[in-house]
């Protein structure tokens, strides 16, 4: 017997349907290929139902993996820095860095693209969670996704908050470099199962609060460097 799951299922009907799939393969018989495959996906769901992912989980990460979301939302991210930049720069000097309104177009265009890319990566964030039935945390790359929606976060909260284009402008900036970063071949984006020491209800609530201070962080150093950076002009002391 051969055991699938919990289950034990007779080892020569597998064995009949291993070697329809394997000698198909080999003699180039589309046929006997697939008359393998379905009966060992039969075997799969009759004796081991309890280990396959669901339908849910798979068509989240089909789709998870073919959007690539994270990828395409560094678009909108950069067009946010592009327009939220110089209009703090300009408003800046233009108008002593009042609080902007959001009658101002060019302001609203900024912060919609801003908050479409943040509404776009929590998608995909969702997407992985559901694909990998866990909170996404387990490694680099998942970590520096989860980082990455921090700072989008703390952008807009911030943004919100003092109106002034620099929190969302640097924040969609930094989340540009933190997604370039967990894209680089020493991160595998692979979902994969946790490792034991990881399973535990701490991971969603030790690793989450750790892992999110780090965007607020990066953005305070970003904006604090700005700043600095325009202390040392004389136009900008007035």
Do not use: C
């Amino acid at each position: 017997e051969i055991a699938i799951g919990k289950r034990k299922i007779p080892a020569r009907a597998y064995a009949a349907a291993y070697t329809d799939f394997a000698e198909g393969m080999h003699m180039g018989d589309v046929g006997r290929v697939l008359r393998g495959l379905q009966q060992i996906d039969g075997f799969q769901h009759q004796y081991g139902a309890e280990v396959i992912p669901s339908d849910l989980r798979m068509n989240a990460e089909l789709m998870y993996n073919r959007a690539h979301v994270f990828s395409w939302m560094m678009v909108p991210l950069l067009g946010a820095f592009v327009i939220l930049l110089p209009l703090y720069i300009w408003n800046l000097f233009r108008n002593q860095g009042k609080r902007l309104s959001f009658r101002n177009p060019f302001y609203s265009l900024g912060v919609a693209i801003y908050v479409f890319a943040f509404a776009g990566m929590i998608f995909g964030y969702v997407l992985r969670w559901i694909a990998s039935g866990r909170a996404p945390l387990s490694n680099g790359h998942e970590s520096l996704l989860f980082i990455s929606l921090s700072i989008v976060l703390a952008g807009l909260l911030f943004e919100l908050a003092y109106r002034m284009a620099v929190p969302a402008g640097l924040a969609a900036l930094l989340t540009v470099v933190v997604l370039g970063v967990s894209m680089l071949s020493v991160f595998d984006p692979a979902i994969g199962p946790l490792v034991p020491v990881l399973v535990s209800y701490w991971l969603n609530i030790h690793v989450t609060i750790i892992t999110s201070s780090y965007g607020f962080l990066g953005l305070a150093a970003l904006i604090g460097a700005l700043v600095l950076i325009l202390l040392m002009l004389p136009a900008s002391r007035e």
